[in-house]
């Protein structure tokens, strides 16, 4: 079992943004220190929900500070940037890290970060798939030409080319975030891991990871490809004596970082949408996922792997808010929870 942290770099009200992003660097190092396997970061455009825009220079910063722990964003939002461009960046720390980038791609939403970007809201609605396979194409090919819908170009050199890295992987791992079953379907036909939301519990994740295997094995996956490939789960972890120490911790500060970030979210063509209520979504994400004692936090962790067949983690230990406190969370999570699970 592999577990790592999960870090967006959340403004909590009162907090300033640099406070977020040094809290963030912090976990990520503490991560390492502690026996964590990898750190997970997310992007996110004009909100506090996350105040990190750039999951990839934010893990060239984080690969340069640590030696062993992997780094991988979770994720890189594709309808937002050209996926050449993405390529180029995750070849690079691929090359220069020694193998330990892990590139996390998703669709992201209807925000106005299409606007800005200038990429449209049809780069949201279709053209993901596309995206994708050019971004692929550039990490696994020794040079590559554009003959999409969107992205049209002759053929150019991959510089650097990922192969070149001194590890053994031809290049990075390409990670999907699944949240559908049509975003399952375009992973596993592609035959790429699923990164599976901290807002569904393990039934359903059993149901998304049974279906992926059942779509690549239709998709002309071999049973190795299929049974060797390592989903991620996203989660929330806090860890106390107490499991209602633990709890009444993340109900006082997680709600009002939802409420702030979530409200901040605005849609690109004005189209409504629901936002869930921030303390019931605190008491759903308490009830999911390793909050408690160290003992019930492993046991919650092998459950979940147990029932859904997924190895990695990717833990949201921030949500108290508070640095000293996240990192005690962190350290507890390494040294108090891992050995539990061999």
Known sequence: MHVGSFVLAAQFPGQGQGE????????????E?????????AEHHFVPYG????AVTLAALLLGRTSRIRVGTAVSVLPTVHPVSLGEQAALLHVTSGGRFTLGVGRGGPWVDLEVFGSGLEAYEKGFPESLDLLVRWL?????????????FREVPVVPRPSEALSC???????????????VRLAAERGL????????????KAEMVSLWRQLARVAGRSTDEILGAAHVSAGVCQIADRRTDAVETLLKAMPGWLRQGLEAHVT???RARAMRDPLAYTELLCGLHPVGTPRLCADR????SERTGISRFALLVEGSGDLAATEENVHRLGTEVLPHLG
């Open 20 to 31: 977020a992003l040094h809290r963030a660097v912090r976990t990520a190092e503490v991560a």
């Open 33 to 41: 220190e502690s026996g964590l396997d990898a750190v997970w970061l």
């Open 51 to 54: 105040t990190c825009p750039s």
């Open 140 to 152: 696994r090919e020794p040079s590559v030409e554009g003959r999409g819908e969107r992205f049209r």
């Open 169 to 183: 992987s031809p290049g990075p791992e390409v990670v999907v975030a699944c949240t559908s079953p049509a975003s």
């Open 193 to 204: 891991p699923m990164l599976l939301g901290m807002h569904v519990g393990d039934e359903e």
């Open 268 to 270: 690109v063509d004005g």
């Open 301 to 304: 962790l092998a459950a979940t």
